[in-house]
């Protein structure tokens, strides 16, 4: 597919690049690094922080719209939003908790055998439901509205974000984006952002790699304009 909600596709790209990652560096986390320990900590809170976000964008903008033409199908998505609360991320917290104070070998190690398992649950809840998403969710949504209609739904969930963090989310999506998605996605930002908050963006994603900006200048040249 190609269209306005190519840009829903980045994002589930991104969150799902990142639990893979996440997992690894569970497994490898050094439990007596209190350096490591924090730094791997700050990344999953802000992580889990940036999934609630895009899972509220779903469930205020996208379900609701769905509802309409399709009762019950977005009611099973929410359900699993709530689940990776109290099943994953809530005993990420307790692992990570766990570790802050552990002081003997043995106690550190149940909090990261509980870490390295809440994270393989991550990985594997979080496949099967953005599969959903984008193999049954998309399509039906794609047959249902048309292109006007897609670009408000996109625009509207990329709305919800606030500045902040959305310049924090276009970073962490554009640093694993292979050159197409990268093009695919400033092209709808250009599209649906107030030209002063695009070009905010668009300082950022130059400062992070002058070679990579030069190509997207190349395949976009209003960027140079
Ligand atoms: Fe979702
Ligand atoms: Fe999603």
Avoid: C
């Avoid at 986390?29 to 900590?41: H, K, P, R, S």
């Avoid at 991320?89 to 509980?114: P, Q, V, Y």
């Amino acid at each position: 597919m190609s269209g306005p909600l190519d840009v829903y596709l980045y994002i589930h790209d991104a969150i799902l690049r990142e639990v893979a990652e996440l997992e690894l560096a569970a497994r490898e986390l050094n439990g007596e690094d209190a350096t490591e320990v924090a730094a791997l900590a700050d990344r999953m809170a802000w992580f889990h922080k940036m999934v609630r976000q895009h899972e509220q964008a779903e469930e205020e903008v996208l379900f609701p719209a769905m509802n309409e033409r399709y009762r019950f199908v977005a009611e099973t998505y929410k359900f699993d939003h709530d689940h990776f609360e109290d099943q994953v991320f809530d005993g990420i917290d307790a692992a990570f908790a766990g570790l802050a104070r552990s002081n003997g070998n043995g106690e550190r190690k149940d909090h990261l055998r509980l870490l390295h398992r809440q994270n393989i649950a991550l990985n594997v809840h979080m496949k099967l439901h953005i599969s959903k998403e984008n193999e049954l969710l998309i399509p039906k949504l794609e047959r249902e509205f048309d292109i006007e209609e897609q670009i408000a739904i996109a625009g509207g969930m990329a709305g919800m974000f606030d500045p902040q963090l959305m310049g924090e989310t276009v970073g962490f999506m554009y640093r694993g984006q292979s050159a197409n998605d990268r093009e695919g996605m400033i092209r709808f930002l250009m599209n649906v952002l107030p030209e002063e908050a695009f070009g905010g963006l668009a300082g950022m994603l130059e400062g992070m790699s002058a070679d990579d900006w030069s190509e997207m200048q190349r395949r976009i040249p209003e960027l140079s304009a």
